[in-house]
């Protein structure tokens, strides 16, 4: 008994193993196709039913019609023996009016039977029929709903494989080793440009090119602001020995010495010159 059980439970977990197997295998857009091709040809099987109850129903329908008009045609047929003075031949007549009319009571029966099931084979068809295109619309719902969870998922699975860091770690390490290949590439560039002696003309080729500019802006905004520098040396030697006065004047050579000789010095400068003792630069001269 305890073996059975173990088998027993064992049985079990291979079913459930193999359904989980099965589960897991099944596409939901190939089985959802499969269900509905199956659907399809259960219509088919269903309408040829129907047709099949149709045509009985019509068969039925004829033949009570059909003893219904012999029943009458027996009746015409004692009507006429009656008038003829016949009166066995007319009960004969009525007899034979009697069995079609009793045999078109039968199919009567039969037929309103039939139309009766024929009514309903065709609501269940009409109503199979609208089940199978509610299924396809939800076919259609879901696998747009397979297609935009199965997005989702990659989705999910890019962005778990974008957090990985080593994903981030090979982008730095690629920038430090391209890093490297430029310095390199400089370093050798520079390397070659010294071997060929590039590196000396092409600096002196940089300062002929853009080295006045910055000094040419700055003597013309010296001149804008009347700051140019005075001459020096021998220039500011022969400035005071021409504009020299004598020695007790000391008025006169400040009144000698002009803002224009002297470079456009302000008034400030000016009033330095005349506390000055210009003598002194004389002597020293």
Same mark, same amino acid.
């Given at each position: ?30 089985? @959802?196709?499969?269900? #509905? ?7 088919? /099987? =269903? %309408? ?5 109850? +149709? *045509? ?64 309903? @084979?065709?609501?269940? #068809? ?7 295109? /509610? =299924? %396809? ?5 879901? +696998? *747009? ?141």
């Amino acid at each position: 008994m305890y073996a059975m059980g173990i088998f027993s439970r064992l049985g079990t977990l291979i079913k459930s193993n193999i359904n989980d197997l099965i589960t897991k295998a099944e596409d939901p857009e190939k089985m @959802l196709t499969q269900v #509905l091709l199956e659907m399809q040809q259960q219509l088919v /099987e =269903a %309408k040829k039913a129907v047709a099949v109850a +149709i *045509a009985d129903e019509k068969k039925l329908q004829k033949q009570y019609t059909s003893e219904t008009d012999k029943a009458k045609e027996w009746e015409r047929k004692a009507m006429v023996a009656v008038r003829a003075g016949d009166d066995n031949l007319a009960r004969q007549a009525l007899g034979r009016k009697q069995e079609h009319e009793t045999i078109a009571t039968q199919f009567q029966q039969q037929w309103i039977a039939q139309k009766q099931a024929v009514e309903k @084979l065709k609501d269940a #068809l009409r109503l199979l029929n609208n089940k199978i295109e /509610e =299924a %396809k619309r939800k076919k259609n719902i879901l +696998i *747009a709903r397979k297609k935009r969870a199965e997005a989702q998922q990659q989705i999910a699975n890019t962005m778990q494989g974008l957090g990985d860091t080593s994903a981030f770690d090979t982008f730095d390490r690629m920038a430090e080793r391209i890093q490297l290949m430029e310095a390199e590439a400089e370093a050798g560039a520079e390397l070659a440009g010294e071997l060929s002696g590039d590196t000396l003309e092409s600096k002196f080729h940089a300062l002929e090119a853009g080295g006045g500019g910055e000094d040419d802006a700055l003597s013309e905004l010296k001149a804008k602001m009347g700051l140019l520098e005075a001459p020096k040396g021998g220039d500011a030697k022969q400035l005071g020995a021409g504009t020299t006065p004598a020695k007790d004047d000391k008025s006169g050579a400040a009144s000698s010495v002009g803002a224009a000789d002297l470079g456009g010095l302000t008034a400030e400068d000016l009033k330095e010159l005349e506390d000055l003792d210009l003598s002194e630069l004389d002597k020293k001269a």
